[in-house]
């Protein structure tokens, strides 16, 4: 598909095929891309928190670029981003669903 692993081809500072990071590494362990899933929580977060039409759209943005980086850099599989994308989707619907919690158990407790 013409995607290049850019360390294996151009080098850099190391290599995961050399050294100590030969011992401790594990390629197929990117799964699930927590460069994607962090980007898709910064840039919902910052979209919640923007008044401004076009600065909502810089915040969809960041995920967008860091998806196509991650895969056109074959740091990571399309399918990685999806199961980063799954981890930030089950970390919101726990959190909702604590919060929700928390706010009846307090609203049961207070006097009224």
């Known amino acids: 598909y013409g995607f290049v692993d850019t360390l294996e081809v151009y080098g ?3 290599s995961f095929d050399h050294g100590v990071f030969k011992e401790v590494s594990n390629q197929f362990a990117a799964m699930p891309s927590l460069h994607f899933g962090w ?3 910064c ?5 919640a928190t923007m008044r401004r039409r076009w600065a909502r759209y810089f915040a969809v ?3 967008a ?3 196509l980086a991650v895969v ?3 740091n990571h ?3 990685d981003a999806v199961g980063g994308a799954l981890c930030v989707a089950v970390g919101w619907a726990v959190a ?3 919060y929700e919690r928390r706010d009846r158990a307090e609203a049961a407790e207070a006097p009224g």
């Open 77 to 79: 599989y399309w399918i």
């Open 61 to 63: 943005l960041y995920p």
């Open 12 to 14: 850099g500072p190391w």
């Open 39 to 41: 980007a898709l929580w």
């Open 96 to 98: 909702v669903w604590w």
């Open 43 to 47: 840039g919902l977060a910052a979209r």
């Open 72 to 74: 056109i850099t074959a």
């Open 65 to 67: 670029f860091t998806l």
